[in-house]
Structure formats: structure tokens, C-alpha cells
């Protein structure tokens, strides 16, 4: 059974920005072992979310909404991540960093979206998570984490994650204050605190006789 598997929307409590505006988050989805000739696909996303909506990501390019498209053989799942980094600019370097060269012209504004870049098909095992693979200055938090299993009776249609804070997080935000001065607030995600979802759309096919696949099916 070929799987196609789109992001579809993404929707968040707290974004975890550290000024007023739209947070500078990163959102990584694995596949887990979808078939024997794969570990764990994984798909890097730069959007800026904000509190309390929805990102609808209908309207960007379909290269961009597809995360896989493949056989599922067995039991699998999606293992999703959203972090929340303090510095837009930074995100560029880390980037660069964990994947390499794979990123070079691909950190360009969508106009009229959300999306910034797209990096797909990172080893796992590579990836580790690129949540943990930051320098303690470009102060990176995690703020949702969150897994589905997969399998070839999971039905066709909206596939939703829940995400929750795996370990408290301590926000200081800077705002202005009613007196027009700059001032700042503490705000603290809780462990477990359930903070975002995203969903997926599926769509499933058969495969096709003479595919050179007939051992994938699942």
C-alpha cells in the first residue's frame, strides 16, 4: 500500500517567542521505519506560529505539503517536534550545521506564508534531533513532542498529532507596557502541557502490478 502523507495545518497555544509577533519555530516530522528500505525520513520545517491559531499550510506549493509518499510495510508512525528558537537569524546557522550543504538556497520566505525551508530525507540516526544539537546561545526550547502510530488500516483523511511539552520550559518575554515601557514576564510550559496540533491528511493507493515494489506491500 503506497501512503501519501501531507502536512495540512499546524496549531499552536504558546509559540514560545520571546517578543511580541509571531515566534520563530522549528517543526521536524519522522516517519519511523515505513518500510525496510527506510529508517526514518524526516522532514525540517521553519514556520512562525502564533499563539492561540492555525497555520493552514493548504495554500503552499504541493512539493512542500508532502512529507511522504511511499510504502508502509508493518507498523510505523509519525514522531513530530516544534521548538521555538529566540533569534530568527539563527536558525540559518543551525541549520547549516546539522544537514550541511542540503540547505544552501532553500531559506527563502514564502511570500504570503508561513513556510520558510524544507529539508527532507535526513538519516535519523544523522538528525538525532536537531532540537539537541544547539548551542546553549541560541537558546532553543522544545515546546511540543508528540507521536501516531501508522499502519495500513489506519483510515484515509485528517491525521492528527497531539503535541505536549516533554520537560518544563521557562519563557521571559519582553513587552510594552502600558506606560510605553519595554518590560518582561516569566511564562512557564509545564511538562506534559498540552501545546499544539498538527494534522495531516492520507491518502492511500495501491500498488501497481510490474512496480518492481510487489515485495513492499504491506
Known amino acids: 500500500m503506497i501512503f501519501q502523507i501531507k502536512l495540512k495545518s499546524i496549531t499552536i497555544i504558546e509559540n514560545g517567542k520571546v517578543s511580541e509577533g509571531e515566534g520563530n519555530n522549528l517543526l ?15 522532514t525540517v520545517m521553519e514556520v512562525q506560529l502564533q499563539d ?8 503552499i506549493p504541493l512539493k512542500d505539503q508532502v512529507i511522504f509518499k511511499g510504502p508502509i510495510v508493518g507498523e510505523s ?15 540559518a546557522a ?22 520558510v525551508s524544507l529539508i527532507t530525507s535526513a538519516a535519523r540516526n544523522t538528525l538525532a534531533s ?3 544539537q544547539t548551542a546553549p ?28 511539552v516533554p520537560e518544563e ?8 507596557n502600558e506606560q510605553g515601557q519595554r518590560a518582561t514576564k516569566t511564562i512557564t510550559l509545564p511538562k506534559g502541557f498540552a501545546n499544539a ?18 515485495g513492499m506491500i504491506a
Open 137 to 164: 546561545k541560541e537558546r532553543l526550547h522544545k515546546i511540543g513532542k508528540g507521536y501516531m502510530s501508522l499502519h495500513k488500516n489506519t483510515p484515509e483523511g485528517d491525521f492528527v498529532v497531539q503535541l505536549s
Open 28 to 42: 521536524s516530522m519522522s516517519l519511523i521505519y515505513p518500510n525496510p528500505q527506510m529508517q526514518a525520513p524526516t
Open 77 to 91: 508512525g509519525i514522531d513530530v517536534e516544534i521548538s521555538a528558537i529566540e533569534k530568527q537569524d539563527k536558525i
Open 197 to 214: 496540533m498538527v494534522v495531516f491528511d492520507i491518502k492511500k493507493f495501491p500498488l501497481s502490478q510490474g512496480s518492481g515494489s510487489e
Open 52 to 59: 492561540n491559531k492555525t497555520l493552514d499550510l493548504a495554500g
Open 169 to 176: 520550559v521557562k519563557l521571559i518575554q519582553s513587552f510594552i
Open 94 to 115: 543551525l541549520l547549516h550545521r546539522v544537514f550541511g550543504q542540503a540547505v544552501n538556497g532553500a531559506l527563502n520566505l514564502i511570500p504570503g506564508g508561513g513556510v
Open 130 to 132: 536537531v532540537f539537541d
